[in-house]
C-alpha cells in the first residue's frame, strides 16, 4: 500500500516540476480546494465550524472598496478557491481542454499571465460594476472566489487565436471553438440579471482580457513579458536551486558559438561551474546539443525527457 501512495506522491511531483503550466494551475487549485477542506473539517470537529468562512473571506475578493484596500492580496488568491466539487471540478476541466490547446498554439510561458490577470481582470470588471451601478449595491460585501475568470480568459484566448479549431463534444461530435466560446459569453450575458451577477460580470472580465491578449499579441504588443519578469525574479528568490546547473560545454564548441554574439554563451540560466565536470563523449554530446536548442527556442522548447535528462544530471556528484 505504501508503494502505490509513494507512487502516487512521485507522479504528482513529477508533474508539477515537469508538466505545462496547465497542469500545474490544475495541481494547485485541487490542492488549494483540498487544503480548504481539509481546514474545514478541523474546524467543523472541534465545533467552530462558523470560523472557516472568516478566514476564508481575507482570501476572497469582495466590491466593497474599504475591504480591498485592507487586502489587496485577494485580488490573486480569490482564483483558488472553490466553492464545491461541481464548480472546481468544471473549471479544471476547461481550463485543460483549452489550456492544452493553447500552450501547443503560443507555448507554456504565456499560460499563466493569461490566467491570473483574466482573474484579475474579472475581479475588476465587478467592482467597477457593483459600485457604478445601484442594482448591485446589496452585492457589495458579498465575497467572490473561484477560477472562473482565468478560465474563460484562457478560453477567449484560445478561440481569438485559432477560433476554427474544432474540438469533440459528447452527442454534438466537432464543434469549432469559437461557438463554444460565443455561447460561454452570451450564458453569461444573459444571466447577470437571474442569479449570480458578480460571478458573471467577472467571467466576462476575463474573457474580455483574453481576447485582448491575443488581440495585441498579434499587433506585437506581449502583455506577459512584464509578468513573466516579475514572476521570475519572485520564483529565483524562493527557488534558486530548482533549475538545473549543468551548462559545462566544450571549449572549442562555446568560442565558436559565441564568434557572432556575446551573449550566446550564456544560454539563459544554465551557467558554467566553477569546476567544469566532465561526462563521457555521448552524454556530453547530448547536453551540448540540449543547449544549443535552449539558446535558440528557451527552456520551454525542450520535451520532457529532455528536461529530466538536464535534472538527473544535475545531481550527478561532482
Known sequence: MSIYNNSIVEDVRYQFQHGSMVIRLILICVGVYLADNFLY???????NAPLHSTIMEWFMVCS?????????????????????????LFNMIV???????????????????????GGIAGAVMCILMFNIFPVFKPYLSAPMLGASAGVMSVMLATAT????????????GAVQIKYIALFFVLLDFTNIAVDNPGGHIAHLGGAL????????????NDLSIGFN?????????????????VAYRNTKATSTNNAGSSSSGNYYSYKPQETPRVFDSAKQEKIDTILDKIA????DSLSNEEKEFLFNVSKEDV
Open 41 to 47: 473539517l478541523l474546524l467543523f470537529l472541534f465545533n
Open 64 to 88: 466593497k472598496i474599504p475591504d480591498i484596500l485592507f487586502k489587496p492580496w485577494s485580488f490573486i488568491t480569490y482564483i483558488f478557491l472553490h466553492a464545491d466539487f461541481w464548480h472546481i
Open 95 to 117: 481550463l485543460y481542454i483549452f489550456g492544452r490547446i493553447l500552450v501547443d498554439m503560443i507555448g507554456n510561458r504565456k499560460i499563466l499571465p493569461i490566467f491570473i490577470l
Open 161 to 172: 487565436l485559432r477560433p476554427n479549431y474544432s474540438i469533440m463534444l459528447v452527442f454534438l
Open 209 to 220: 482580457f483574453g481576447y485582448v491578449f491575443i488581440k495585441q499579441l498579434k499587433n506585437g
Open 229 to 245: 519578469k516579475v514572476w521570475d525574479a519572485i520564483t529565483g528568490l524562493f527557488d534558486p536551486k530548482n533549475k538545473p546547473r
Open 296 to 299: 535558440h527556442s528557451g527552456y
